[in-house]
């Protein structure tokens, strides 16, 4: 194999040390390229000076190929595996950074996952006490004699509260997600949301629904509905389509607030989400199952008891 060498300097014994520019195996340039950890731009050698030359002349030269092979693998084949190696112990690093950070993460989550159980815990059992002094009530109020009035308020509260199952005629609404072709681009367009889901409650609500549930979740003024993602939360609970919403009241009347022209049922379907409402003469909503806790609000006082 014969390549241009440029003589740098005489060496005793007959032999020149020479310098043979080094190719590209990257197609970049040797000298100005830092990425393999490689610099210069040429290859120094001794070669044997059977004609006399002088420093600075141009020569040919010429090995044997397993030489040349040896050293092409030396300045080529080096340099390619000390950049993999060092890309990888970068890897290593950010990897074990990253798994740091997630660990430290998953941590925290999970303190935040138990001490909202443990709340949870407390709030269930005072909500047992309750309903078990509710039930006390009852029964003393009911033995008491003369008490019809007392009664029927207590049952009112609690209807009103969420605190008993309910059943009566109503309709049922069944929500599924779009089966649309997707012509906007965006999935989200073609998926029920939360703002699809209050319009049908509040529609409900309007038209005099005395009790609704999501997906089998009472509806109270303090029920939070909203997205997470592609499914919805309701009282912290997650569900996914298809959304089954029951509401009890005149059947006729909160059939035809829903199914009106230019409705909420006709705007839905406008996006090709899936809406079907049921009038039924006996549904069964069930009592509220979570607690509802008040930090700030308080039983307002008497005018006189303010001292005004």
Not at 60 to 77: D, F, P, Q
Request: net charge negative; glycine share 10%.
């Amino acid at each position: 194999m014969t390549q241009i060498a440029t003589v740098e300097k005489i060496l005793p014994g007959g032999f020149v040390e020479i310098s043979v520019p080094r190719k590209s195996a990257c197609g970049h340039d040797c000298e100005e390229c830092a990425g393999c950890g490689m610099t210069g731009a040429a290859i120094h050698a001794r070669a044997k000076d059977p004609v006399g030359v002088r420093p600075g002349q141009k020569v040919v030269v010429e090995s044997a190929t397993r030489k040349i092979l040896g050293v092409v693998a030396l300045v080529y084949l080096l340099p390619v595996v000390g950049f993999l190696l060092a890309a990888q112990l970068r890897s290593v690093k950010l990897n074990s950074a990253a798994d740091a950070t997630n660990a430290s993460r998953l941590e925290t989550l999970q303190n935040l996952y138990n001490e909202a159980l443990d709340k949870q815990d407390g709030l269930e059992q005072q909500l047992a006490q309750a309903q078990h002094e509710l039930g006390v009530y009852r029964e003393e109020a009911a033995a008491g004699g003369g008490s019809a009035a007392l009664v029927h308020e207590l049952e009112q509260l609690s209807i009103t509260a969420g605190l008993t199952d309910l059943e009566g005629p109503g309709v049922a609404v069944v929500l599924e997600d779009s089966s649309s072709a997707n012509v906007t681009g965006d999935e989200a367009d073609y998926l029920i949301h939360d703002s699809d889901l209050l319009s049908v409650i509040n529609e409900l609500r309007s038209a005099g629904a005395e009790a609704i549930s999501l997906n089998g979740e009472r509806i109270l003024a303090t029920s939070e509905i909203r997205c997470t993602g592609a499914v919805v939360t309701v009282n912290g609970r997650r569900y996914a389509a298809p959304y089954v919403i029951m509401a009890i009241g005149d059947a006729n009347t909160l059939y035809n607030a829903l199914t009106m022209r230019n409705g909420v049922v006709d705007i839905l379907s406008q996006w090709g989400i899936t809406v079907k409402v049921t009038a039924g003469e006996l549904l069964l909503i069930p009592k509220y199952n979570g607690t509802v806790e008040y930090q700030y609000a308080r039983t307002a006082q008497e005018p006189e008891e303010r001292g005004e």
